[in-house]
T-cell receptor, first 115, second 111 residues
Framework: GAGVSQTPSNKVTEKGKYVELRCDPI?????LYWYRQSLGQGPEFLIY????????DSGLPNDRFFAVRPEGSVSTLKIQRTERGDSAVYLC?????????????FGPGTRLTVL | GENVEQHPSTLSVQEGDSAVIKCTYS??????FPWYKQELGKRPQLIID?????GEKKDQRIAVTLNKTAKHFSLHITETQPEDSAVYFC??????????FGKGTMLLVSP
C-alpha cells in the first residue's frame, strides 16, 4: 500500500513569508507526528496528533508554528514569518496505534530553505 | 523530558566485520526503543525495535539488546556489507508518544 507522503518535496521561500507543508499519512493510521531534522542531527519532535486533536504540541518552537489535522487524516504544518533558522527537513510520520503497534512510518520529508 | 545519547558519531568497519552502536536514555518510564536507518536524502526506516519487557531481539544480521537497569540499549550488526552504510538513529519513547532520537551514527562499511 501507499506509504506516508509529503508535499512539496522542496520549498524555497524568503524570510518573512508564510509556508504550508502537507502530510498524507497511511490510511487508517490514528497517530500523526511532525519532526524537524537539521543537517547532521536526529529528528526533533514538533507536534503529535491523535485523531483530530493535538495530543502534544510541546515541541513547537514558538507561536509562528501551527499544525492542523481537521478530519483526522491529512495534516498541514504552517509556519508564519519564516526565519533563516527555520531551514531544515520537516518529516511527518504516522502510526496505527490499533493493535498496540508503536511503529512510526516516516514520509520522505519536505526540505525547507529560507533565504 | 527524555534525553537520548548515542555513540559513536561515526564508525568505520571493513566488510564482514561487526558494528556496535550504543545509546543511553534518561527516562526510566520509556518502554519502546526503535532503531532507524537513514540513507542520504531518504526517509528514516525502521530496522528493528525492542520493548522494555524483553532484553534482546534478533533479526538475521541485526540484533538489539536492552539493559533497563543501566538505561542503555545497543544495536549489533554482524557480517557488515557495503549496503549497510548509512546513518543509524536510536530512539526512545513511552507508549505511543513522540520519539526522542539520538544524534545518529554514520556507519561506513568499506569493501
Amino acid at each position: 500500500g501507499a506509504g506516508v507522503s509529503q508535499t512539496p518535496s522542496n520549498k524555497v521561500t524568503e524570510k518573512g513569508k508564510y509556508v504550508e507543508l502537507r502530510c498524507d499519512p497511511i490510511s487508517g493510521h490514528t497517530a500523526l507526528y511532525w519532526y524537524r531534522q537539521s543537517l547532521g542531527q536526529g529528528p526533533e519532535f514538533l507536534i503529535y496528533f491523535q485523531g483530530t486533536g493535538a495530543a502534544d504540541d510541546s515541541g513547537l518552537p514558538n507561536d509562528r508554528f501551527f499544525a492542523v489535522r481537521p478530519e483526522g487524516s491529512v495534516s498541514t504544518l504552517k509556519i508564519q514569518r519564516t526565519e533563516r533558522g527555520d531551514s531544515a527537513v520537516y518529516l511527518c510520520a504516522s502510526s496505527p496505534i490499533a493493535g498496540g503497534s508503536n511503529e512510526q512510518f516516516f514520509g520522505p520529508g519536505t526540505r525547507l530553505t529560507v533565504l | 523530558g527524555e534525553n537520548v545519547e548515542q555513540h559513536p558519531s561515526t564508525l568505520s568497519v571493513q566488510e564482514g566485520d561487526s558494528a556496535v552502536i550504543k545509546c543511553t536514555y534518561s527516562d526510566s518510564a520509556s518502554n519502546y526503543f526503535p532503531w532507524y536507518k537513514q540513507e542520504l536524502g531518504k526517509r528514516p526506516q525502521l530496522i528493528i525495535d525492542i520493548r522494555s519487557n524483553v532484553g534482546e531481539k534478533k533479526d538475521q544480521r541485526i540484533a538489539v539488546t536492552l539493559n533497563k537497569t543501566a538505561k542503555h540499549f545497543s544495536l549489533h550488526i554482524t557480517e557488515t556489507q557495503p549496503e549497510d552504510s548509512a546513518v543509524y538513529f536510536c530512539a526512545a519513547t513511552v507508549g505511543y508518544s513522540t520519539l526522542t532520537f539520538g544524534k545518529g551514527t554514520m556507519l561506513l562499511v568499506s569493501p
